[in-house]
C-alpha cells in the first residue's frame, strides 16, 4: 500500500505554461507539505497544510498555489511556469504539526520546464 | 534562521568497514533529528528520528546520536554493504514542523 504518493511521477512543459501536481496520502494524517529539490539536490519546505489550513508558507512565489480539499490530498498548483521551476517536488505527511511526529514522503515529482 | 550542515559531502568505502557521517545544526531549539536515505532518481527513506530528549537511536545496523547542546547528530553505519550506497540527509525539526535540511552525504560502497 501506497503511503503517500504523487502524480505524475515526471511532468516535461514549456515556459509559460499552468500545471498541476497531486498528492495524496492514505496514513490519516492532518498535516501534509510540499517540498522542492533544486538541480544542487538542496532540499527545501514550500508549503504546509494542517486540517486543510495552511500553516507553513515559505518564501515562494505567487506563481504556486497549494490547493487542500481535504486533509488527505495537498495539490500545487503553478502559475507561468519558468526554467528556475524544474525541480524535484516531494510531499510529505505527518500525524500533526508537532514537530515530534515523523514525516513521511512520496516519491517524488520531477518537473523539467523547457 | 536554522542552518544543517553535513560533512563529508561524499564518502566511499570498502564493504564492511564502519563509518560515521556527521550532522550539525545552528539552533539547537529543534523538535527532534531525523535521518533519510535517497536513492539516486528516488523519494526519501526515513532512516531514523531521534526526539530531542533522546541521545540516540537504532535500527539494526544503523545508529544515530544526538547532542543538542553541541548542535551534533551522528549517523554510525555498521559492516557497510554495497547496498547501503545512496544519499543520507539529516534534517532538523523546528516550530510547526518545519525540516530544515542538510546538504547530504553521498556515500559509495564498493565491492
Known amino acids: 500500500d501506497t503511503a503517500v504518493s504523487q502524480t505524475p511521477k515526471y511532468l516535461v512543459t514549456q515556459m509559460g505554461n499552468d500545471k498541476s501536481i497531486k498528492c495524496e496520502q492514505n496514513?490519516?494524517?492532518?498535516?501534509m507539505y510540499w517540498y522542492k529539490q533544486d538541480s544542487k539536490k538542496f532540499l527545501k519546505i514550500m508549503f504546509s497544510?494542517?486540517?486543510?489550513?495552511?500553516?507553513i508558507n515559505e518564501t515562494v512565489p505567487n506563481r504556486f498555489s497549494p490547493k487542500s480539499p481535504d486533509k488527505a490530498h495537498l495539490n500545487l498548483h503553478i502559475n507561468s511556469l519558468e526554467l528556475g521551476d524544474s525541480a524535484v517536488y516531494f510531499c510529505?505527511?505527518?500525524?500533526?504539526?508537532?514537530?515530534?511526529?515523523?514525516?513521511?514522503f512520496g516519491p517524488g515529482t520531477r518537473l523539467t520546464v523547457t | 534562521k536554522q542552518e544543517v550542515t553535513q560533512i563529508p559531502a561524499a564518502l566511499s568505502v570498502p564493504e564492511g568497514e564502519n563509518l560515521v557521517l556527521n550532522c550539525s545544526f545552528t539552533?539547537?531549539?529543534?523538535?527532534?533529528l531525523q535521518w533519510f536515505r535517497q536513492d539516486p532518481g528516488k523519494g526519501l527513506t526515513s532512516l531514523l528520528l531521534?526526539?530531542?530528549?533522546?541521545r540516540e537511536q537504532t535500527s539494526g545496523r544503523l545508529n544515530a546520536s544526538l547532542d543538542k547542546s553541541s548542535g551534533r547528530s551522528t549517523l554510525y553505519i555498521a559492516a557497510s554493504q554495497p547496498g547501503d550506497s545512496a544519499t543520507y540527509l539529516c534534517?532538523?525539526?523546528?516550530?510547526?514542523?518545519?525540516?530544515?535540511f542538510g546538504t547530504g552525504t553521498r556515500l559509495q560502497v564498493t565491492l
Open positions: 496514513l490519516g494524517h492532518d498535516t
Open positions: 531521534i526526539q530531542s530528549s533522546q
Open positions: 539552533d539547537s531549539a529543534i523538535y527532534n
Open positions: 534534517a532538523a525539526t523546528g516550530t510547526a514542523s518545519k525540516l530544515t
Open positions: 497544510y494542517n486540517n486543510k489550513e495552511l500553516i
Open positions: 510529505a505527511s505527518s500525524q500533526g504539526t508537532q514537530g515530534t511526529y515523523e514525516q513521511y
